[in-house]
């Protein structure tokens, strides 16, 4: 499975964007950019995925580079509950098995 | 809303018991996934399986087995719990990758967090 780099924490004012970026310079040309975030003591939750356009929902935008080898999860107006684990993973176009990195801890301060 | 369940929520269990952690999803999803987590560490793929009668082992090895008879029920057990056991066992389901759901995103229980002692 193709991996993926991410900073290990980041830090955002509430009320502020967030920006969190991810590289997967191994990308493959089937692989969906998928991205998940965890709360303390909860299983991981979907935010947004996205093949090759930029892509919108009402919990965040993904931004896909031309070359598909990095992507940006935006949280357009960070709020104490956004603070978490997020993970940036890619799946195979048959949505098979999918490696989790280490993901960054998003901490918002009030 | 919970649309796959775990149970139990929570096992405190003697060295060399056999236990089952329960995993049912009400989605109709036909691939089915065991993951690991140690407390804050990255999720590590156990066991996979893509409909009934399928089971693969995932990239970390595991002592435990699992099994998908129906398609909404994917447990895992272990024969002889040890402490090394000791984990968050994650369990995630997701459809069908045709049409306008393909590729469609996993959706995660809330886990089963097991002590061996």
């Known amino acids: 499975d193709a991996k993926t780099t991410q900073p290990n924490s980041m830090e955002s004012n509430e009320e502020e964007p967030v920006h969190l970026p991810c590289n997967h310079s191994t990308i493959s040309g089937t692989d969906y950019i998928h991205w998940y975030r965890q709360l303390p003591s909860q299983g991981p939750e979907y935010v947004i995925h996205?093949?090759?356009s930029n892509v919108n929902n009402r919990m965040a935008s993904l931004a896909i580079a031309e070359d598909r080898k990095s992507s940006t999860l935006i949280l357009h107006r960070a709020t104490l509950r956004d603070a978490a684990v997020y993970y940036c993973?890619?799946?195979?176009?048959?949505?098979?098995?999918?490696?989790f990195g280490d993901g960054t801890t998003l901490t918002v301060k009030p | 809303e919970a649309d796959i369940y775990q149970t139990p929520r929570y096992l405190v269990i003697g060295t060399g018991k056999k236990i089952t952690l329960e995993c049912s999803q009400t989605m109709g999803h036909d691939k089915m996934y065991w993951y690991q987590q140690d407390p804050g560490m990255e999720l590590h793929l156990i066991h996979y399986s893509y409909g009934v009668n399928s089971t693969e082992k995932g990239d970390l090895s595991s002592e435990s087995t699992v099994s998908r008879i129906r398609t909404e029920h994917f447990p895992l057990t272990l024969e002889s719990a040890r402490p090394s056991h000791t984990s968050q066992y994650l369990c995630a389901s997701s459809g069908p990758g045709t049409g306008a759901s393909i590729n469609s995103p996993l959706h995660f229980g809330n886990g089963t967090r097991l002590t061996v002692t």
């Open positions: 996205g093949l090759t």
């Open positions: 993973i890619l799946r195979d176009g048959n949505a098979g098995k999918s490696t």
